[in-house]
């Protein structure tokens, strides 16, 4: 049975798919509220607001959204930063609330401008940099909660306190965050249709308090409906103006990257596509009416979304039954949430922020080009103990001042760099001619001019994207090809693997010295294109694959 509006054969899928993806949502909305400085019942609001208006309102259509990581860190920091300029949370919340509204406004507006288009251009080292950071603050601010004791507002001011950490410890706390921690990762072992955080949740919660222990508690939750926080929005002191513009712009151009990167694996996920613009205005509306209610931020959360998927969900209902979900536990079970021991909590936030970091980035530091490591612990140690927003600005900042000074190296040696972010597959080269007219139906060949840098690598994964079904060999002539930077290597390494699922066998020609021992350094060469794909000209490559392909 279908309708005009909604074809009721998802139905059962997306019931399910979302049903999942809330009770997966569920103690991290608790411990994400925590970690904010706002209590569990924020980051409870935050993710049934921008659960279910996200979901209807934004342009992907298995999204599940919520408080994440990136946004809650952010969060916490204003919050800090607002107490301190007025003294209270009470006093501090007008500001608090008024920059989470503005944040919501700005995607609202980043989506009707398509300011989406642009975000695609933020260089590999950035993002790596800050997400990395993103989950060393995650990680020292839960160090003391996790041991049963109160932690300062700062990562700075945690490592100066290190040593209480050993001293004071509740011993009782350490072993119910302990057992947390355990049970989230031993547990996808004996099943995966329970969630390990759930599951974690409860049992470490019920031992601590059939055992009795003395441990920090979240305490008392709101029941019933979230009323409109809304009183003394208008009437902030001036001196908080700079506060709440910085924040608002970081938690709407964070939102906006985090949800868009979690919108392209629910593309890949269920070979659909998403509309950018419009996942912007609905992550803005969502989080817009989370402000108000006194709720924290969200975006597409990546987890949720990928067991939503894997669930059933395929439409916008499953993310809006994810929110519902949670409201529905909001109305029911806030008493049983209020016994929940914090260092609970931390036992899960902690392992949620070693996925956070950017692992792959990090290991590779020594692999990639220079310039890009630096970039990337420059920004990672701006983000984890100095201003979030400066670290973004600094890192995109040095990142195009050193391409540019590497693009000048290049120009002076003499080298052909070309079209910067040219891309030329149409019309084939003298050389190509003969085999081109004969099996361009089996193969493709693609033209790389100059760096593939950060600028050119959306450009170049979507001509990737677009390469005919029937195709079983791309040819990559990387003649004119001189350098390739860190995002350009990941953006090269995903097309492989994506054609590598189409049964696509790529072969790269005429490969430069600087990228081949990039290739050669993160492993792309020989684990993903062996050496035997790698020819010094077009010809060795047409040779090869009439012999192997039997063209």
């Known amino acids: 049975m279908s309708s005009k509006f909604y074809d009721f054969k998802y139905l059962k899928g997306d019931l399910t798919g979302g049903l999942v993806a809330g009770v997966v949502a569920l103690p ?60 209270s949370l009470e006093a501090a919340m007008p500001i608090i609330i ?18 989406a288009g642009y975000v695609k251009y933020f260089p590999y080292p950035v993002v790596s940099g800050f997400m990395s950071g993103v989950g060393l603050i995650i990680i020292i601010l839960q160090l003391f909660p ?60 019920v031992v601590g308090y059939f055992l009795k222990w003395d441990v920090p508690i979240i305490g008392e939750i709101p029941s019933g409906l979230p009323s409109l926080q809304i009183d003394g929005l208008l009437s902030i002191d001036a001196s908080a103006y700079g506060l709440v513009a910085e924040y608002a712009l970081v938690l709407a151009v964070l939102g906006s990257i985090d949800s868009l990167l979690t919108s392209v694996i629910a593309d890949n996920m269920t070979k659909t596509k998403h509309n950018s613009n419009r996942e912007l205005v609905g992550q803005g509306i969502g989080n817009a009416i989370a402000a108000v209610f006194g709720g924290i931020p969200g975006a597409g959360a990546t987890k949720g979304t990928v067991i939503n998927i894997n669930s059933g969900g395929r439409t916008r209902v499953s993310g809006a039954t994810h929110g519902l979900f949670l409201l529905a536990v909001l109305l029911g079970l806030g008493t049983l949430a209020a016994h929940i021991p914090l260092c609970v909590l931390a036992g899960l ?44 600005g600094v890192g995109l900042l040095l990142a195009s001042l050193l391409f540019m000074k590497r693009a000048s190296d290049i120009g002076e040696k003499g080298m052909e760099v070309g079209t910067i972010a040219g891309f030329d597959g149409e019309k084939p080269w003298q050389d190509e001619i003969e085999f081109y007219e004969k099996y361009k139906d089996k193969v493709y060949i693609k033209h790389l001019y100059g760096p593939l840098f950060f600028g050119f690598t959306s450009h170049f994964q979507d001509e990737i994207v677009n390469i005919p079904e029937q195709i079983t060999a791309l040819i990559i002539r990387m003649d004119r090809v001189p350098y390739i930077d860190q995002s350009g290597l990941y953006a090269l390494e995903n097309a492989v693997l994506d054609l590598e699922q189409r049964g696509v066998q790529v072969l790269l020609t005429a490969v430069q010295e600087q990228p081949k021992d990039k290739l050669i350094s993160i492993d792309i060469v020989p684990d993903l294109i062996s050496e035997e794909h790698i020819f010094d000209d077009i010809q060795a490559a047409f040779d090869y694959l009439k012999v192997h392909f039997k063209l």
């Open 28 to 87: 991290l909305a608790l411990a994400f509220g925590v970690q904010s400085g706002l209590g569990a019942i924020a980051g409870l609001y935050g993710a049934i607001a921008v659960g279910v208006f996200a979901a209807i309102f934004g342009g992907t259509a298995t999204q599940a959204s919520g408080p994440t990581g990136p946004m809650t860190v952010v969060s916490a920091a204003l919050v800090a930063g607002a107490i301190e300029l007025t003294g």
């Open 349 to 392: 936030l902690i392992p949620i922020a070693f996925k956070i970091i950017d692992v792959k980035g990090l290991k590779h530091l020594l692999a990639v080009p220079r310039a890009d490591a630096v970039v990337l612990i420059i920004v990672l140690l701006m983000t984890t103990f100095g201003s979030l927003i400066q670290a973004v």
């Open 98 to 115: 008024i920059t989470f509204l503005l944040g919501g406004i700005f995607q609202i507006i980043f989506g009707l401008i398509n300011i």
């Open 146 to 205: 996790f041991v049963g004791l109160s932690s300062a507002k700062s990562t700075w001011l945690v490592m100066q306190d290190l040593p209480r950490l050993f001293t004071d410890f509740n011993w009782q706390a350490l072993a119910l965050g302990g057992l947390t921690v355990l049970i989230y990762y031993v547990f996808p072992y004996i099943t995966k249709a329970i969630p390990s955080a759930l599951v974690a949740l409860v049992v470490a919660s």
